[in-house]
């Protein structure tokens, strides 16, 4: 069975409800939209884990992802110029804010090998408050002091 986002909050929301009679119906939806709004998550898949491991730490090291998750081998299926073939490639799923959607795959896009490569956004509709704190403060799209170019004092 099948069950919508929107299902899954009216749910969430009855829940709270009936447990916190002092729960605003309409803090949750705000949240949600807030949330999808801010953050997302990306999911690119490559033919190689080397690769794999190279985008994550590119992304999260430049600022670009608070996070890599690295799955595979996978074994895919597509079209492809009219042919039906079949790969083992690895996925990286990143979780990013969404202003910074259009630096994060301009760098997936300069690593990577195919012509057309996977790069979906699916948006966050929730998340536990520590997280989503988590998710902003490393997410700053500014490479960490280690990693920036030291500038000699004249």
Known sequence: ????????????????TSLNPSFRRDTLQRHVV?????FVTVWVTVPRRPLAVKLSR???ESGLAACAQISGPLESIYRWQGIVE???EWRVVLKTRSRLLPKLEALVMAHHPYETPQ???LPMVGGSAKYVDWLAESTTAAPP???RKRSKKP
């Open 34 to 38: 807030k949330l999808s709004r801010s």
């Open 58 to 60: 590119l992304a999260v």
């Open 86 to 88: 079949s790969a083992k």
């Open 1 to 16: 069975m099948f069950v919508s986002v929107y299902e899954c909050i009216i749910i969430f929301k009855e829940i709270n």
């Open 119 to 121: 790069f979906v956004v």
């Open 145 to 147: 002091r280690s990693l």
